[in-house]
Nanobody, 127 residues
Framework: QVQLVESGGGLVQAGGSLRLSCTAS????????MGWFRQAPGKEREFVAA????????YYADSLKGRFTASRDNAENTVYLQMNSLKPEDAAVYFC????????????????????WGQGTQVTVSS
């Protein structure tokens, strides 16, 4: 079973940037499709980004394309979410999620398709 720990959240001014990290232990991440989700107070958890096992494929929520970038370093067992031009509406708890997959180009956008989850990291954006 893989364990996931997110880090890198914090307080940033609108227009600023943050890079979130999700580090895995227990298993190597190279066999997992990874996803990022977020949940703001009073709202449902929503898809942010997904990245295939090798990192060759990345997919984003339409509203976030161009501002967020997912990447991974399988040698470091870590995935990243670079967030630029942050807006107050980006404030949320951000979660990484994993699902072991056989095919290298598989990705998932629904939270119920992921098996393993981190505890989340808070992102606050001041206006």
């Amino acid at each position: 079973q893989v364990q996931l720990v997110e880090s890198g959240g914090g307080l940033v001014q609108a227009g600023g940037s943050l890079r979130l990290s999700c580090t895995a232990s227990g298993r190597t991440l190279s066999g997992y499709t990874m996803g990022w989700f977020r949940q703001a107070p009073g709202k449902e958890r929503e898809f942010v980004a997904a990245i295939t096992r090798s990192g060759s494929g990345t997919y984003y929520a339409d509203s976030l394309k161009g501002r967020f970038t997912a990447s991974r370093d399988n040698a470091e067992n870590t995935v990243y979410l670079q967030m630029n031009s942050l807006k107050p509406e980006d404030a949320a708890v951000y979660f990484c999620a994993a699902r072991e997959t056989y095919y290298s180009d598989t990705y998932y956008v629904r939270d119920n398709e992921y098996i393993n989850w981190g505890q989340g990291t808070q992102v606050t954006v001041s206006s």
